[in-house]
């Protein structure tokens, strides 16, 4: 049975959580607070982890980020629960590190379906590397296909190193998150064709989601202000379908 810890510091909402995940067949573990979670998380090392951002102590956020130093549990999947709902708020916890975003008060029935596809998502064995490429170009035209390069991507200004895991602009370097990383190279490996949101759900997070989500949205408009790029003259948006290098 996946065990999925719970960090939030309302007591009704830590209990309802507590019931809502039993009935959907897990196994709670609850903290008021993140300090106390993080003191046991790298040693129990539990399937999941739902966070609130407001918390005594140490905020949300610092924790996933600490989070994510730990190698043991550095790629749990991790979910915001949290009243803050303005658009910035989504961004800096996306940006944090966490992979998925909920808005107080929530749906029983959505936590549920979000639960589940970040689970599956983190028991789906990865596709080989022949598997990997031959997933993403398919169904490229040829002419649009670009032989995969060792070692570097180039795009316009922006250089992505994978050897380093590093990605300058203008031969400056950009600080990006993990996911970020992976949405850059994704699209930087199919320059002129147009990624759907679900084709990035699929091969970013590795899962299909079961409601409605603007986690891609979100992450696309973070790295966007990572590479000084915040009118999409660079990522450019396809009204409807999806995203594309411009």
Known sequence: MEK?????????????LSIAISGFQYEPLAFENAEDA???IEQDRPDMAIFD???PGMDGITAIREIRKMPAVKDIPILILTAKDKELDKVIGLD??????????FGV???????????RRSHREPLSDGEAEAAGTENQPAEERQEPKKGRLVYKDILLDEGRHE????GQPVELTNKEYKLLKYLMERPSFVAT?????????????????????MHIKSLRQK???????????????GYKLK
Do not use: F, H
Request: charged share 30%; proline share 1%.
């Open 53 to 55: 951002l407001m918390l």
């Open 197 to 217: 949101r679900d084709e990035l759900l699929n091969s970013i997070w590795g899962y299909e989601y079961d409601g409605e989500s603007r986690t891609v949205d």
């Open 167 to 170: 990605v300058t602009v203008q």
């Open 96 to 105: 944090g590190g966490a992979d998925d975003y909920m808005v107080k008060p």
């Open 109 to 119: 029935l959505e936590l549920g379906a979000r639960i589940r596809s970040l689970l």
């Open 4 to 16: 999925i810890y719970i960090i939030e510091d309302d007591l009704n909402i830590r209990n309802l």
């Open 227 to 241: 590479l000084g790029d915040e009118e999409g003259n660079l990522i450019q948006t396809v009204r409807g379908i």
């Open 38 to 40: 993080l003191s046991s």
